[in-house]
């Protein structure tokens, strides 16, 4: 079993940055591939960004947050980061971790994800 829990959400001006945390519980963090999906108001749980199990290892974005985004793994820590920059509105959502024991490799597919965190609320005010 895999508990994660999420921090660093809050209410940011576009333009802004923040820097999303997820901490892990269990021995076999460093096994697992990890993702950061969103959920807008009204809209469905989408793909974010998803790393490899290992640290430095690749890394897959969706299209509207390359360049902006990069997701990156401490396996020391247990724990992985979203470091979002030139925050825009249309960012606004509640952003959830998620744990892949079934991959190895980065996946934007939510069905290979086996474990999610309770999310954190991003606001991006205009």
């Known amino acids: 079993q895999v508990q994660l829990v999420e921090s660093g959400g809050r209410l940011v001006q576009a333009g802004g940055s923040l820097r999303l945390s997820c901490a892990a519980s269990g021995r076999t963090f460093s096994t697992y591939a990890m993702g950061w999906f969103r959920q807008a108001p009204g809209k469905e749980r989408e793909f974010v960004a998803s790393i490899n199990w290992n640290v430095g290892g690749d890394t897959g974005y969706t299209d509207s947050v390359k360049g902006r985004f990069t997701i990156s793994r401490d396996n020391a820590k247990n724990t992985v980061y979203l470091q979002m920059n030139n925050l825009e509105p249309e960012d606004t959502a509640v952003y959830y971790c998620?744990?892949?024991?079934?991959?190895?490799?980065?996946?934007?597919?939510?069905?290979?994800?086996?474990?999610w965190g309770q999310g954190t609320q991003v606001t991006v005010s205009s």
């Open positions: 998620a744990a892949s024991s079934r991959v190895l490799n980065w996946s934007p597919r939510q069905s290979n994800y086996d474990y």
